[in-house]
């Protein structure tokens, strides 16, 4: 019998390189959602937008709002108006074309 206290053993660090691999992992799910996000929402607008146009003649600038997903940068001109949906790596972009005040078609950039 020893009359020194007994310790518990110490509870051992994480060594670096795993916590970089947790902190890439991290980072890329991150990376991940909010272009999978981006993209998502400039899709289902995209095609929403361009089945309205192609069902009818055309989609008013009134009911174009609600087709819209998520909230895009917009950039209007005399007879357009650019969309962009910015992710991390990318951006998504699609321009509607008016004629008056109707949304007579629409296309990829």
């Known amino acids: 019998m020893s009359g020194a206290p007994s310790q518990a053993p110490k509870k051992p660090l994480l060594p670096p390189s795993r916590i970089a691999v947790i902190v890439f992992a991290i980072v890329a799910v991150v990376v991940i959602v909010f ?5 998502s929402q400039w899709d289902s607008t995209y ?3 361009g089945d309205k146009i192609d069902t009818s003649d055309g989609v008013p600038k009134s009911e174009l709002d609600k087709l819209v997903r998520g ?5 209007s001109t005399k007879d357009s108006e650019l ?4 992710g991390i ?6 321009r509607v074309y008016y ?4 949304a007579t078609r ?3 950039e």
């Open 47 to 49: 095609k929403a937008i």
């Open 71 to 75: 909230s895009p940068k917009r950039q």
């Open 83 to 86: 969309f962009t949906w910015s």
């Open 106 to 108: 629409i296309v990829q």
């Open 99 to 102: 004629t008056g005040e109707v």
């Open 89 to 94: 790596l990318q951006s998504y972009r699609m």
């Open 35 to 39: 272009e999978v996000r981006a993209r």
